[in-house]
């Protein structure tokens, strides 16, 4: 099982930045990618952005010059996710979850674990 420990969010005036953090740990696992998603009330979950272990980023195009994503990793099975978000709008009112996709040794079925989510409010 891979841990998820998410932090950050809250609320903000628009125009102004976030920083949301998720710490990812599995005994056993190779974490092989890590992203934001976000699911605003009444709406389906969307994608906001993702990293591979090698660097490779991938942002929604709302998210485009606004949000930063980012790792530390410590290890193949422990890892820190940064979003800085930044020029934040009403719209991006949503709960956020932190995704990992992994994988065991030597085996090629991919887990998707969830963070339990955290909630970001852009109002004025």
């Known amino acids: 099982q891979v841990q998820l420990v998410e932090s950050g969010g809250g609320s903000v005036q628009p125009g102004g930045s976030l920083r949301l953090s998720c710490a990812a740990s599995g005994e056993g696992f190779r974490i092989n990618a890590m992203g934001w998603y976000r699911q605003a009330l009444g709406s389906q979950r969307e994608l906001v952005a993702t990293?591979?272990?090698?660097?490779?980023?991938?942002?929604?195009d709302s998210a485009l010059g606004r949000f930063f994503i980012s790792t530390i990793s410590r290890d193949n099975a422990k890892n820190t996710m940064v979003l800085q978000m930044n020029s934040l709008k009403p719209e991006d009112t949503a709960v956020y979850y932190c995704?990992?996709?992994?994988?065991?040794?030597?085996?090629?079925?991919?887990?998707?674990?969830w963070g339990q989510g955290t909630q970001v409010t852009v109002s004025s």
């Open positions: 995704n990992t996709k992994s994988t065991r040794p030597g085996r090629s079925y991919e887990y998707n674990h």
């Open positions: 990293i591979t272990t090698g660097g490779t980023t991938t942002y929604a």
